[in-house]
């Protein structure tokens, strides 16, 4: 089946291989969602056909999901076709959470088709009416399932070549289309043996899995909207891909905004020796930004901490504090240490990163003082100045 996805991609999409344009990963989206309507759109005929004929509200309400299936995959043709629309002054990062904002929109209908057929459905459980069996819609029926099948194994592979989360979220979709349109061609084949109506029943079913969906699609793209913490795998390449440069001898306060589908801001602090030239120091950053940015397709800004990596005292200092204050739970790193001062009166001056649910803001209050006693536990007239910081990730 891979040969054909293959095939299909080469067919209809130019520069295939280029899947970091934004009008490569449009062509791909449309070529998914015309994939989707030209299936969707088969099964919704076939099933409202047999539907009627035979009068179940199991394979009507299939039909009907399959409908919302259709508008689905023409909504991921219009999202991917206006997210691909340039910049402008009044949007400067792009229009790519038009995606997630139709998608967001379009849950709202499932759950409206979902409600409906669910009411329709009770209703049928209340008053039922046998369903006759006919080979001829059971045929038809059985055969859809492999167009389903199709369809999701489609969406999903193209959907990991570009790493689309719209792709993928349509594929689970599908999926779930698969178990609906067996259980529904199943509840069919049941009439032949028995007079239990299982239509009405079955219709229940369905209509769980329509609003099962719709709500699993509205709380994806709200979490999405209302700005969900990046993928672990992301973060972590960004940052061994950041540490990988000369000089760079540490990555803290990292920041990434999500600006819709490969449309990625992220900012972060490096650490840097403070003995090295400015300049060259400059040289570094400013490659690693444009390169970095160009290979995981990320507008990075990366700003400098200069710190002390030559003074043994300093050295001695920063890892004897570090390992006394790691113990404390909530505590996930430091950074920035630095010691101002040439007299036996140092100030110590640094940042801890602490968990994202730990300690309230009066409770870190009662952790600065305990870790400035850790301090003073060092050296009495060792004054200290601390940060809190939180991972955003």
């Known amino acids: 089946m891979k040969s054909i996805f293959d095939f299909l991609i080469r067919k209809f999409v130019k520069d295939h291989k280029n899947v970091k344009s934004q009008s490569v990963r449009q062509s791909y989206g449309t070529l998914g969602g015309n994939v989707g309507i030209i299936i969707n759109s088969s099964i919704l005929v076939l099933e409202i056909v047999i539907g009627l004929f035979l009068n179940s509200i199991a394979i009507t309400a299939d039909a009907f999901h399959n409908l919302t299936d259709a508008l689905s995959s023409l909504v991921t043709i219009f999202s991917f076709k206006l997210a691909n629309r340039p910049a402008d002054d009044k949007h400067p990062f792009g229009y790519g959470r038009i995606e997630y904002i139709t998608a967001l929109l379009f849950s709202g209908a499932i759950l409206v088709v979902g409600f409906e057929f669910l009411r329709s459905s009770y209703l049928r459980v209340l008053h039922p009416v046998n369903i ?11 055969c859809a399932i492999p167009l389903q099948v199709f369809l999701n194994r489609f969406t999903n592979y193209i959907g990991d070549v570009i790493d689309s989360s719209a792709l993928k979220a349509s594929a689970l979709e599908s999926f779930t289309d698969i178990l609906v349109l067996s259980m529904v061609t199943f509840s069919l084949l049941v009439t032949k043996f028995t007079t239990f109506p299982v239509d009405g029943y079955i219709g229940v079913i369905v209509s769980i899995f329509i609003l099962h969906s719709g709500i699993e699609l509205g709380r994806e793209m709200l979490g999405t909207l209302i700005g969900k913490a990046p993928e672990k795998e992301f973060v972590e390449e960004l940052k061994r891909s950041v540490i990988s440069y000369e000089y760079i001898c540490g990555v803290h306060d990292l920041v990434i905004h999500n600006y819709g589908p490969g449309r990625y801001m992220a900012s972060l602090h490096v650490e840097v020796p403070s003995n090295i030239s400015i300049m060259e120091l400059h040289d570094v950053i400013d490659e690693a930004e444009k390169e970095i940015g160009k290979r995981m397709n990320v507008y990075l800004s990366i700003h400098m901490d200069p710190v002390n990596t030559d003074c043994p005292e300093i050295i001695a200092l920063k890892e004897e504090v570090y390992k006394k204050i790691k113990v404390i739970k909530g505590i996930v790193s430091m950074h920035d240490f630095r010691v101002v001062g040439r007299s036996e009166e140092k100030t110590i001056l640094f940042d801890v990163v602490l968990e994202k649910t730990s300690f309230k803001d009066n409770e870190e209050k009662e952790l600065q003082a305990q870790i400035q006693d850790i ?13 809190f910081d939180r991972e955003f990730y």
């Open 132 to 142: 006759p069996f006919n080979k001829v819609s059971f045929i038809c029926m059985l």
């Open 375 to 387: 301090i003073h536990s060092i050296n009495p007239s060792y004054r200290s100045i601390i940060t």
